[in-house]
């Protein structure tokens, strides 16, 4: 059974950095493929980034291009999501969710996830 936990949300200036870990069981990342969303409030679920294939293949939305890095560890079994320059538009609720594959081109569409884990708050404020 796959399961996922995220952590590392939190309030934080504009400029500011965080990293989000993603702890997960069920799955290993040569076969799987995990994706880093986010959702504000009264928008829809954005996809950010996505890592497979033991780290060789990252996509990143245009909108955090240059300011923020997925990065996994394949022995623990955890995905990281460095975020650098925050802004207060980054302000949302982030998940991870996986799917057994690799990031496609439908990576960013999170009807293709089927396993998501609680979500973790960042907020972008001053």
């Known amino acids: 059974q796959v399961q996922l936990v995220e952590s590392g949300g939190a309030l934080v200036q504009p400029g500011g950095s965080l990293r989000l870990s993603c702890a997960g069981t069920?799955?290993?990342?040569?076969?799987?493929?995990i994706g880093w969303f986010r959702q504000a409030p009264g928008k829809e679920r954005e996809g950010v980034s996505c890592?497979?294939?033991?780290?060789?293949?990252?996509r990143l939305a245009d909108s955090v291009k240059g300011r923020f890095t997925a990065s996994g560890d394949n022995a623990k079994n955890m995905l990281f999501l460095q975020m650098n320059s925050l802004k207060p538009e980054d302000t949302a609720v982030y998940y991870c969710?996986?799917?057994?594959?690799?990031?496609?081109?439908?990576?960013?569409?999170?009807?293709?996830?089927?396993?998501w884990g609680q979500g973790t708050q960042v907020t972008v404020s001053s």
């Open positions: 890592i497979s294939s033991r780290g060789y293949v990252i």
């Open positions: 069920g799955f290993t990342l040569d076969h799987s493929a």
């Open positions: 969710a996986a799917l057994f594959g690799v990031c496609g081109d439908n990576w960013a569409s999170a009807k293709y996830y089927p396993f």
